[in-house]
Nanobody
Framework: QVQLAESGGGLVQPGGSLRLSCAAS????????MGWYRQAPGKQRDPVAG???????YYVDAVKGRFTISRDTTKNTMDLQMNSLKPEDTAVYYC????????WGQGTQVTVSS
C-alpha cells in the first residue's frame, strides 16, 4: 500500500502558475500507472495528466501545452507544473497510483480567480 500526500495548491490569478507535488511513502516504480486527477464542485473526478503502465505520458486536451507532469522514482515524487492557469482549472487535485481502484492522496485545492 502506497500512501500519497499532495502539496502546492493555493489561490492564483488567471494566467499564473502553480506546481503541485506528490510524495509517496513507498517506491514509485516505473511499472506503476500514476497521475493527477481533479474534481471541481458538483463534477466527477477526472484524469488530468499521467503515466501509463508502459511509461507513456498523457494529458487531457484541456491542459495540453499548459501543464507538465514529471516524476522522480529515486525520490518517490511526482509533480505537476501548471502554467497559464484558467478559472476552469479550479478544482481539488488528487495524486493517484494504480488507477481509480488504486491509492489516492487527500487532495489539494487549486483556485484560479482574480
Amino acid at each position: 500500500q502506497v500512501q500519497l500526500a499532495e502539496s502546492g495548491g493555493g489561490l492564483v490569478q488567471p494566467g499564473g502558475s502553480l506546481r503541485l507535488s506528490c510524495a509517496a511513502s513507498g517506491p514509485l516504480r516505473v511499472i506503476h500507472a500514476m497521475g493527477w486527477y481533479r474534481q471541481a464542485p458538483g463534477k466527477q473526478r477526472d484524469p488530468v495528466a499521467g503515466f501509463s503502465g508502459d511509461g507513456t505520458i498523457y494529458y487531457v486536451d484541456a491542459v495540453k501545452g499548459r501543464f507538465t507532469i514529471s516524476r522522480d522514482t529515486t525520490k518517490n515524487t511526482m509533480d505537476l507544473q501548471m502554467n497559464s492557469l484558467k478559472p476552469e482549472d479550479t478544482a481539488v487535485y488528487y495524486c493517484n497510483v494504480g488507477g481509480r481502484t488504486g491509492n489516492w492522496g487527500q487532495g489539494t485545492q487549486v483556485t484560479v480567480s482574480s
